[in-house]
């Protein structure tokens, strides 16, 4: 991030004390994420939320004020809206929350806040021991699927906001009856791993966590950094094929994409890596096929209750795969998310998943431990 001089910092510090307009909250606690913007003033901390879809644009802003503090005053509203514009007032340390997606479960027991969670979406997926004993003996309560929860099971739970990831042009529908601060989840939008981590200082805050916060991303962003490959001798590095086809599609990380970035620095040479699009190619397997012909590594993921998979049930997907050079020499990696809890950790923790894949790009090295968790196992 660009530093700026003292002086600006310190008026934008000051900035509710005087009538002054300014356009991007600047707060040295941002370093990575290009959609989430924090500012330290008087009163709290009011963080933006950029707009994924038109980046000129906000989202939606907060005002983090502590429970014990005072509420403002009319005055006092209106003049932070006329430095600041429009916010939701949210107190905190939010104590009764609303959580639609595993990886949000995840970070808040990182931090320590694993109580502050009432209410749960999606229980099905999540791989969290400490969760599903919470949900099996009552103290966490299932309201369905993230995308239209059980509206009666947040109301009886008094949660004191929700946690939903946005998409375009969609809105609140029936969240709106909660009549309880709505938190939009925009990490996932994010284009490289350590901007997605890095909103765990936001969430941190909203739960009383800041410190704990702010210290999980010095390790993460340290280990990251330390385990990254330097972008030299890319010819040198293993051919990835990433993922499985889905119908007549075939979904592949853009080369500017959160897992574009991943692949690249844990040491594989990515197909797609000059492609500049930050989600998903919707590519057809003959095109995918084509571009990972001759392919030294295949990591994909797959979703299977009752065992994990053998080179047999890959070879049922397609005829086709047999005569792939990876598949002749079994350089094969499966992701079985049933029992694996990939979704649940690596979001927040990409510095453990990256030391993961380096150990498969790079199978001599030793810099990644033995320690890491293993996400990917040998088909």
């Known amino acids: 991030m660009r530093r700026l001089p003292l002086f600006l910092l310190m008026l934008l510090a000051v900035a509710c004390t005087g009538p002054q307009q300014e356009t991007r909250l600047v707060s040295a606690r941002v370093e990575y994420a290009t959609l989430l913007q924090m500012q330290d003033t008087c009163r709290g901390t009011l963080c933006r939320i950029i707009n994924p879809w038109d980046t000129t644009r906000v989202l939606i802003q907060y005002f983090l004020l502590p429970e014990a503090d005072t509420l403002f005053s009319e005055a006092e509203a209106e003049s932070l809206e006329h430095h600041y514009g429009k916010f939701t007032l949210v107190r905190t340390p939010l104590s009764r929350n609303t959580v639609c997606a595993s990886c949000h479960c995840y970070l808040l027991r990182e931090l320590g806040a694993l109580d502050c969670m009432a209410v749960v979406c999606d229980a ?6 400490d969760v599903r004993k919470r949900l099996a003996d009552g103290s966490l309560l299932d309201a369905g699927t993230a995308i239209a929860p059980n509206i009666e099971v947040l109301l009886s739970a008094q949660s004191d906001a929700i946690w939903i990831s946005p998409f375009e042009n ?14 939009f989840c925009a990490d996932y939008m994010e284009n490289t791993p350590l901007a997605r981590a890095e909103w765990m200082k936001f969430y941190g805050r909203l739960v009383g966590r800041a410190a704990e916060a702010d210290s999980l991303f010095a390790v993460v962003r340290g280990n990251y950094l330390r385990l990254a490959v330097a972008p030299s001798d890319t010819l040198s590095r293993p051919v990835l094929l990433v993922d499985l086809p889905t119908s007549a599609t075939w979904y592949v990380p853009g080369g500017r994409s959160t897992m574009g970035h991943l692949y690249q620095d844990a040491g594989f040479r990515y197909p797609w890596a000059f492609d500049t699009h930050a989600g998903s190619l919707s590519l057809s397997p003959e095109v995918v096929l084509d571009d990972g012909w001759e392919a030294d590594v295949w990591l994909f993921k797959y979703y299977n209750t009752g065992r994990d998979w053998t080179l047999s049930d890959l070879r049922a997907l397609s005829s086709a795969f047999g005569s792939l050079r990876v598949v002749r020499e079994g350089n094969l990696w499966g992701c079985n998310t049933a029992t694996s809890p990939y979704f649940d950790e690596t979001p927040f923790r990409p510095d453990l998943l990256l030391g993961s894949l380096r150990r498969i790009a790079l199978p001599a090295d030793t810099l990644a431990p033995d320690s890491l968790p293993v996400y990917f196992r040998p088909l």
């Open 124 to 129: 099905d997926y999540t791989q969290l021991p």
């Open 170 to 183: 969609a809105g609140l529908g029936q969240l709106s009856l909660l009549r309880i601060p709505v938190i």
